[in-house]
Nanobody, 126 residues
């Protein structure tokens, strides 16, 4: 059974940093694109960042470029999201997602991703 398990969320003050991790189990995702999305209270799910299977290509929501960084460690079957200079509007549940297709690109559409984690809460206080 494939599982994506996010961790690293929590409460942080504005201006602080967090690093989220998404550990995959049940199959290897070293040949698959992966991504992060988030859903803030009362809002639709939105794209945060994606990374290609090789890690050579990344894609970010325009509003988050320069503050967030996605990376992966294929040996650990894990993808990360480093979040810096956090703002209260970054408060959301953050979800990890993985593409079932091999050698996929770092795409923004949630329809691309077949596997989803349960999410981890990030709360940024002002």
């Amino acid at each position: 059974q494939v599982q994506l398990v996010e961790s690293g969320g929590g409460l942080v003050q504005a201006g602080g940093s967090l690093r989220l991790s998404c550990a995959a189990s049940g199959r290897t995702f070293s040949s698959n694109a992966m991504a992060w999305f988030r859903r803030a209270p009362g809002k639709e799910r939105e794209f945060v960042a994606a990374i290609s299977w090789s890690g050579l290509s990344t894609n970010y929501a325009d509003s988050l470029k320069g503050r967030f960084a996605i990376s992966r460690n294929n040996a650990k079957n894990t993808v990360y999201l480093q979040m810096n200079s956090l703002k209260p509007e970054d408060t959301a549940v953050y979800y990890c997602a993985a593409d079932r297709s091999d050698y996929g690109s770092a795409l923004r559409s949630p329809a691309v991703y077949d596997y989803w984690g349960q999410g981890t809460q990030v709360t940024v206080s002002s």
